[in-house]
């Protein structure tokens, strides 16, 4: 068994990925099991964006000392998308916020909402993996 875990959403990439994955699965002795990172519970569906509140928020739990959070502007500032490279996941589904700006400010990002959403992202590739590994093993 073979995972693939993908963090990233651009399109492009996660369909390449996907035929990549049903190729080797078709044409080789393994079985090739791709995914998105998913951080998501039954109640718990955050927007996760591009630089957003989430994305830093996992990277601060990760890796807190490379976020630099103090050369945005500051708080009371609105982000403009075009301004920082930072988007809502709505803005890649063609619906922008009114003045073009973040709705999920990532100066708000905290090193517990991060690892809440690291540990949910663990456990459900744990229960993916599991059940393939149980399929490919029928």
């Known amino acids: 068994l073979i995972v693939i875990v993908n963090a990233h959403g651009a399109w492009g990439q996660k369909s390449t990925l996907e035929r990549l994955a ?15 990172m998913d951080i998501f519970t039954e109640d ?3 927007d996760f964006g591009h630089g957003t509140l989430i994305e830093t928020s996992i ?14 502007p500051p708080r ?6 075009t301004d920082w490279g930072i988007a809502d996941d709505s803005v ?11 709705i999920f400010d990532p100066r708000d990002a905290t090193v517990e ?8 992202a663990m456990d459900n590739l744990c229960r993916k ?6 399929d490919v093993n029928r």
């Open 22 to 36: 049903v190729e080797f699965s078709n044409e080789t002795d393994s079985r090739v099991l791709y995914t998105m």
């Open 59 to 72: 990277i601060r739990y990760l890796h807190d000392e490379h976020v630099r959070l103090g050369d945005l």
């Open 44 to 46: 718990f569906h955050p």
């Open 92 to 102: 890649f589904e063609g619906k922008r916020s009114e003045h073009d700006c973040v």
């Open 113 to 120: 909402l991060g690892r809440k959403c690291f540990e949910n």
């Open 129 to 134: 993996v599991q059940q393939a590994y149980i």
């Open 76 to 81: 009371e500032v609105p982000l403009k998308y």
